[in-house]
Every structure is written in structure tokens, then in C-alpha cells.
């Protein structure tokens, strides 16, 4: 009869390779994704400071003029307050590092300017334009804080006084920034004024030509003056029904010539982006009333 003949090897079946085959992919694709979480801008802090990593300070609405000290940490730390959107100097810290420095070109949107180190006790830093992970963010348009740009608010004053940034929300604001340009001429269209903003800490300020625009305290066509007779720092705006209101702006030009006709006085000040301020008269000033007394 001779030995049994071995049982016919059973063929595995297709579906076993399959499933197989898949359980690899997801595998590999989990594996991928865990790659792809640990190398993210803001949680690898190997090598120098980079753009999209953390620091451990924010900024207030109130603190946006100063410069904290600030430590880079992952993105993910509970101790994560803002995130670093340009990096702009790099120094070293020494003991007899004192006065100001000219602001830094940032982009928009910076809440602040913070001196970063790599870690807690380094000497070198880097100097940093940052924005808050969460609210408030003083360097929206308008908010009042961080670096002036396009949407922000001025004050006014006479001597060089005006220029500091201001809420837009707040009472007296003198005029709203259009464009932040390098000169003058490079304002667009709609500009009535210009301020130039000046480095008292040594340094040149990017684009340092503030182009304002109508609203606040800057005057446009359509706004009346106050008596202008005894006014401090140039013409001021008054209700247009009110008696105070002296005349009607019909115009802000650069020459006499091209003033509407419309206009029966005119106003000049040197040196002003648009010197010419051109007026209809409502009515007589203190100063024609005092010369019509005679004597």
C-alpha cells in the first residue's frame, strides 16, 4: 500500500495579502503625519531663531513702545504668549548698552519688538517683530499700540509735537494714516498732510513719511473753519451750523491758481504738502470786525 500521500499544501488566500497590504500603508501613513507634527516652524528649536517660532512675552495695548527681553519656547508651551514674524538684528547683550535705536522696518500686523534669546541666560538675542497668539493686538489698524501704519491714528499739535500714535476710538484723534511711504511724492492721491517721523535714538526710520488723510483734525473740502484770528498752529475745524464757523473749505491745492472759483479767500502755509487752502467766507472774522472800528 506504501506511505499516505501528504495532504495538498491549502492556497492562502488573496483577500490575507490584502489586508496585509493596507495595515502597511496606514502604518506608513500614521508615520508620516507624526513627521510631519514634529518638524512644524513653531516646535523645532534647534539652530537660530526663525520666523513662525514662539516667544514667552506678549504685548498689551499699553506696552507696545518698549522692548521686552523674551525667550524662544515651543509653540505648543502653556508659557507660548506671541509668535515671531521677522527677525530684523541680532546683538550682544553687554553691561553697558544704553540709549535708543531707531524702529525697525516690520511687517504688518507686529504687536511688538522684543529682544529674543534662544534660551534663559544667553547674551546673544535677537531683535524681533512679534504678534500676540491671542487678543488683544495693539498693532491692528487702529488699535493705538505697536509700530504707526496704513489705518492707523495720529495726534495733531504745533512745534513738532504731534505724530503719536493714537486709538482711533479715542476722542481727538488728528489724522488717519494712508500710506507709509520714503518721501513725499510717493503719497498717493488722496493725501491732504504729511508728518515725518525722526529717530531721536540715532539710525535711519523706513519710510518715515506719514500720508494723511481726510478726517480727524485734517481739514477737506466740504469742512468749515474756526475763527482763525488768534488760532495756534494753523486753522481749526468747527461745526459748519455753528457761529464759530467762519468759512467753507472749497479746496487743499498746491498754487493759487487752482482754486475753485468758487472760492473767495485763500489760506497759505509754507512748506506744507499742500499749501494752499482755498475758502468761501460765511462770515466776518474777530480781527475784520476789530478793523472796522477804526482808530
Known amino acids: 500500500m506504501g506511505a499516505p500521500a501528504p495532504p495538498p499544501a491549502r492556497k492562502r488566500s488573496p483577500l490575507v495579502f490584502v489586508l496585509a497590504g493596507l495595515a502597511v500603508v496606514v502604518v506608513l501613513g500614521v508615520?508620516?503625519?507624526?513627521?510631519?507634527?514634529?518638524q512644524t516652524a513653531g516646535n523645532r528649536l534647534s539652530g537660530p531663531l526663525k520666523p513662525e517660532q514662539c516667544i514667552d512675552t506678549g504685548f498689551g495695548n499699553g506696552t507696545g513702545k518698549k522692548i521686552p527681553a523674551s525667550t524662544r519656547v515651543k509653540c505648543d508651551d502653556p508659557a507660548a504668549k506671541a509668535k515671531v514674524l521677522?527677525?530684523?538684528?541680532?546683538?550682544?547683550?553687554?553691561?553697558y548698552q544704553f540709549g535708543g535705536r531707531a524702529e525697525p522696518d516690520c511687517p504688518a500686523g507686529t504687536d511688538g519688538i522684543s529682544n529674543v534669546t534662544l534660551k534663559q541666560g544667553d547674551k546673544r538675542y535677537y531683535e524681533a517683530c512679534v504678534r500676540n497668539l491671542a487678543g488683544p493686538h495693539p498693532g491692528d489698524p487702529g488699535a493705538g499700540g505697536a509700530l504707526l501704519?496704513?489705518?492707523?491714528?495720529?495726534s495733531g499739535g504745533s512745534l513738532g509735537l504731534g505724530g503719536k500714535e493714537v486709538a482711533c476710538a479715542s476722542a481727538g484723534w488728528y489724522g488717519k494714516v494712508i500710506?507709509?511711504?520714503?518721501?513725499?511724492?510717493?503719497?498717493?492721491?488722496?493725501?491732504?498732510?504729511?508728518?515725518k517721523l525722526?529717530?531721536?535714538?540715532?539710525?535711519?526710520?523706513?519710510?518715515?513719511?506719514?500720508?494723511?488723510?481726510?478726517?480727524?483734525?485734517?481739514?477737506?473740502?466740504?469742512d468749515?473753519?474756526?475763527?482763525?484770528?488768534?488760532?495756534?498752529?494753523?486753522?481749526?475745524?468747527?461745526?459748519?451750523?455753528?457761529?464759530?464757523?467762519?468759512?467753507k473749505v472749497e479746496?487743499?491745492?498746491?498754487?493759487?491758481?487752482?482754486?475753485?472759483?468758487?472760492?473767495t479767500h485763500l489760506m497759505?502755509?509754507?512748506?506744507?504738502?499742500?499749501?494752499?487752502?482755498?475758502?468761501?467766507?460765511?462770515?466776518?472774522?474777530?480781527?475784520?470786525?476789530?478793523?472796522?472800528?477804526?482808530g
Open 86 to 95: 521677522k527677525i530684523t538684528d541680532e546683538r550682544q547683550a553687554t553691561a
Open 179 to 195: 500710506a507709509r511711504v520714503d518721501a513725499e511724492a510717493s503719497c498717493p492721491a488722496k493725501t491732504l498732510e504729511t508728518m
Open 31 to 38: 508615520v508620516a503625519v507624526g513627521v510631519v507634527v514634529v
Open 149 to 154: 501704519a496704513v489705518g492707523d491714528c495720529v
Open 268 to 294: 497759505t502755509a509754507d512748506g506744507a504738502y499742500l499749501p494752499v487752502l482755498c475758502l468761501k467766507k460765511m462770515r466776518p472774522t474777530l480781527s475784520e470786525k476789530l478793523r472796522s472800528l477804526g
Open 224 to 247: 468749515c473753519i474756526a475763527d482763525p484770528s488768534f488760532a495756534v498752529g494753523g486753522p481749526k475745524k468747527a461745526d459748519c451750523a455753528a457761529r464759530t464757523a467762519v468759512a
Open 198 to 222: 525722526r529717530s531721536f535714538g540715532g539710525g535711519e526710520i523706513a519710510r518715515p513719511v506719514l500720508c494723511l488723510g481726510a478726517g480727524g483734525g485734517v481739514l477737506a473740502s466740504g
Open 251 to 263: 479746496g487743499r491745492v498746491k498754487a493759487k491758481q487752482e482754486c475753485p472759483a468758487t472760492s
